[in-house]
């Protein structure tokens, strides 16, 4: 089994590519070993000296970490992951499903506004995201700004920023006058 690697722009996460489906649909973030639970890849990952978040996509694992360098944990890394495809046993635990966050909100009279932008989310701006190993998805719409949380690659990314500001802010506001500002959550 070879597993790639690849940078991403925050450069506190790594991507690994196991040449498989990690996830069949959906994402997963871990935040914390705590969080871990609903996958044992997870918890091998967070056993890692280092591994502060782990978050799975279709086909990749990012992994973020505290100040340890990669040269130190990368190897440690590869093997949990190998180790886990190898023996055949699932990344998620049974009964697991999609890590979805509760909670969108919006009036009632913005449910096209709001269609339209989660449109353009879904078919722009999330496969150009997962391709960095993260996760933007839409939580809210009021007063002509748009709330979004980042996960993965995209929490905590130093180029974040711009990429809300610039990237998907001006996306929107081309496609959908009513929005006014772009916010992470």
């Known amino acids: 089994m070879f597993i ?16 498989r489906i990690v996830l069949s649909e959906g994402t997963y973030d871990f935040r914390s070993k705590a969080d871990a639970g609903a996958s044992p890849l997870a918890e091998k990952l967070f056993d890692v000296p280092g591994v502060v978040a782990v978050f799975f996509g279709h086909d990749f694992v990012t992994v973020t970490k505290d100040d340890t360098d990669w040269q130190h944990m990368k190897p440690a890394i590869l093997g949990v992951i190998m180790e886990q495809f190898m023996s055949g046993q699932p990344v998620m635990n049974a009964g697991q499903s999609e890590d979805i966050e509760e909670g969108e909100f919006f009036e009632e009279g913005d449910q096209e506004t709001v269609a339209t932008i989660k449109e353009l989310l879904e078919t722009r701006v999330r496969p150009a995201v997962a391709q960095d190993g993260g996760d933007i998805t839409f939580k809210g719409f009021k007063e002509g700004i748009v709330y979004l949380s980042m996960r993965g690659a995209c929490a905590g990314c130093p180029s974040s920023t711009a990429t809300l500001q610039h990237g998907i802010q001006n996306l929107l506001r081309h496609f959908v006058p009513e929005v ?3 916010r992470p959550i």
């Open 180 to 182: 006014e500002e772009v």
């Open 4 to 19: 790639q690697t690849e940078a991403t722009p925050n450069p506190a996460t790594l991507k690994f590519l196991p040449g």
